[in-house]
């Protein structure tokens, strides 16, 4: 079973910013997409960014020039850096990966959530 661990959430005031880190563990097959997304209060969960296992990335248009993602393949890690929090970016925030022995049998796992708080 995957195991999947975050690290880097906090408070942050506006204009700040952060890096949050998810290490994958317990891999034997293949990892494919990675990527973030958050839920905030009373809000559906979205997508923030995502970056493919070829290295392509999508982000939501509201992190779009903020937010970069990355991703170390040798260390089973996804990256969000953060720039210029706003107040609105405050979430818990959900690491996600596609994980699998091949695309077609691959499914989606969740690390535990990490809160980003911006507020000054």
């Known amino acids: 079973q995957v195991q999947l661990v975050e690290s880097g959430g906090g408070l942050v005031q506006p204009g700040g910013s952060l890096r949050l880190s998810c290490t994958a563990s317990?891999?034997?097959?293949?990892?494919?997409?990675m990527g973030w997304y958050r839920q905030a209060p009373g809000k559906q969960r979205e997508l923030v960014a995502i970056?493919?296992?070829?290295?392509?990335?999508n982000y939501a248009d509201s992190v779009k020039g903020r937010f970069t993602v990355s991703r170390d393949n040798a260390k089973n890690t996804v990256y969000l850096q953060m720039n210029s929090l706003k107040p609105e970016d405050t979430a818990p925030y959900y690491c996600?990966?596609?994980?699998?022995?091949?695309?077609?049998?691959?499914?989606?796992?969740w690390g535990q959530g990490t809160q980003v708080t911006v507020s000054s």
């Open positions: 970056i493919s296992g070829g290295g392509s990335t």
């Open positions: 996600n990966v596609r994980y699998g022995r091949n695309i077609v049998l691959a499914k989606d796992y």
């Open positions: 317990e891999i034997i097959f293949s990892i494919y997409a």
